[in-house]
Structures are given as C-alpha cells and as structure tokens.
C-alpha cells in the first residue's frame, strides 16, 4: 500500500538523515488511527485525516518524529493554490497534523499556523 502511494519517490528526496522509512509510516498511521478510535472520531474524519498525513510524511520525507512546523508550514504553502478547494485542503492537513501530532508525541506543530477565514460579524449589534 505504501508504494502505491508513491512514498518511495518522496522519500528518496529527502535529506540523508532523515529518510523516510515505510514501517515508521505505518507505525505512525497506526497510532494515529488508534487514537482516532480511542476519541471516538466518526470513520470519515478518521478516513480524511489519515489520507492528509499520509500525504504530508510523504511529501516531507522525513521520519513523523523528526517532522517540524516548518515542513507543516512548507506543505501548506504549496497545497494553498494546486486546486480550487486548496484552503479546504490546507484545513484538512493542518487540523491532521494537529491531531496526529498532539496525540502521538505531545508536541503541537502547528500552533503558529491558523488556517482560517477571515470572518465578519452579522447579526444584532454588529456595525458591519
């Protein structure tokens, strides 16, 4: 399953130190599906996030340890224009890594990166 998702292109790009290795992948997506479980997300969320991180460790190359706002931010930056949904997109990842991130090593990577819209108020008592 790894190699149709074309992991092995991803993970040869990446810096020596931190090749991507397939059972690490696996080892991760694991974790991250048991905690998906464990918090009672529904399948389809657990579906979602699941395809999101897969494509981001893909993408970055790197051991999911080893991952850093940085690549989050990175990955971000480039999936924001490939499609007419990519801010859908960005969400998806970012709430992904989130989740993954925070259940899986205790570290939030990305706590400097809101992806929101910027949103008016309506409503009684708003001026706009």
């Known amino acids: ?7 092995g292109n ?9 090749l991507l290795d397939a059972s690490e992948m696996d080892e991760f997506l694991n974790r991250v599906r048991e905690e998906l479980i464990l918090r009672r ?10 395809g999101a991180l897969r494509k981001f460790i ?9 991952v850093e706002e940085s690549d989050l ?6 999936i924001a224009g ?6 859908s997109k960005m969400r998806q990842a970012r709430n992904a890594a989130r989740f993954a991130f925070r ?9 400097g990166l809101g992806c929101r819209s910027r949103s008016t108020t309506r409503g009684p008592g708003s001026s706009a």
């Open 10 to 18: 991803a993970a040869s790009a990446a810096p020596a130190h931190a």
């Open 1 to 7: 399953m790894i190699c149709e998702l074309g992991l």
């Open 58 to 66: 893909g993408s970055v190359g790197k051991a999911p340890e080893e």
């Open 41 to 50: 997300y529904s399948r389809k969320t657990a579906k979602v996030y699941l």
């Open 103 to 111: 259940a899986v090593f205790q570290r939030d990577i990305a706590a």
């Open 82 to 87: 490939t499609s007419k949904d990519g801010v």
């Open 73 to 78: 931010r990175d990955y971000l930056v480039a």
